[in-house]
């Protein structure tokens, strides 16, 4: 009876010894892709050229990160590629940035789009820290906001100023508010949705920041926080 029992634990211990290195290799695969996230929205969000006037996505499955949105200037798409490439663990990256064409006019409703927004004062919180979190894309006098606000209100509020600015021949808002109902949702413990809950948002880009106009020392969720969904991540940078 006793080599009976013995023969049992030591074929448990074998089944053991095979399930816990997956599950250790899961975990380091999880820790791996949310080093990543963290480390391509922090090399994206502090490119020297990134301004309000640009706007960058990416994906990362696995190893690979792909680069998508608009920017103004070319330089600002072959850094952002440089930047990610030089990230330990980023084996490839695929660079879908468009660069936005030249245009005097788009340039006049870029500036006239700031303005109208910016001047407004319940939005002027909004215009702290180097990029704004309002985005302003301008192309063929099409103008689209993306990135984050506080409220309904005030992306309501922004995407009126915006349509106003003489030249735009169409208003694309595309911000997301932080209100129950729309855009971010707010749960017990800090867990956060988008939507109907379709994709969560990692607990590991919680990050400070103070350009919402709210206590520095208050943890806020930015749209551009890691998007995990099925061991991919899929970020927005403001």
Not at 51 to 68: A, P, W
Not at 161 to 179: D, E, M, Q, R, Y
Not at 184 to 212: C, K, M, N, Y
Request: hydrophobic letters at 40%; proline letters at 5%.
């Amino acid at each position: 009876m006793c080599h009976r029992l013995l023969r049992r634990l030591l074929l448990v211990a074998a089944c053991c010894s095979l399930v816990w290195p997956t599950a250790t290799a899961l975990d380091a695969e999880d820790g791996s892709a949310s080093r990543i996230a963290r480390e391509v929205r922090h090399e994206l969000v502090t490119l020297p050229g990134y301004r309000v006037f640009d706007y960058l996505t990416y994906h990362i499955d696995g190893s690979k990160v792909t680069l998508f949105g608009q920017v103004t200037r070319p330089p600002v798409k072959s850094d952002a590629e440089k930047a990610v490439q030089r990230i330990e663990g980023v084996s490839s990256v695929d660079n879908q940035i468009e660069v936005l064409p030249v245009s005097k006019l788009d340039d006049h409703i870029r500036f006239g789009v700031y303005h109208a927004i910016y001047s407004k004062p319940s939005l002027q919180r909004y215009q702290m820290g180097a990029v704004p979190p309002i985005h302003i894309i301008v192309k063929n006098h099409d103008v689209t906001l993306e990135g984050m606000v506080n409220s309904v209100g005030d992306k309501d509020l922004a995407g009126l100023a915006a349509n106003g600015v003489p030249g735009v021949s169409k208003l694309t808002n595309n911000l997301i508010p932080f209100s129950n109902g729309s855009g971010i949702l707010a749960g017990p413990g800090g867990s956060t949705s988008i939507g109907e809950g379709q994709i969560e948002v990692a607990e590991s880009d919680l990050v400070f920041d103070p350009r919402l106009g709210r206590n520095q020392h208050q943890q806020h969720r930015l749209l551009s926080g890691s998007f995990f969904l099925r061991r991919h991540w899929h970020t927005c940078i403001s």
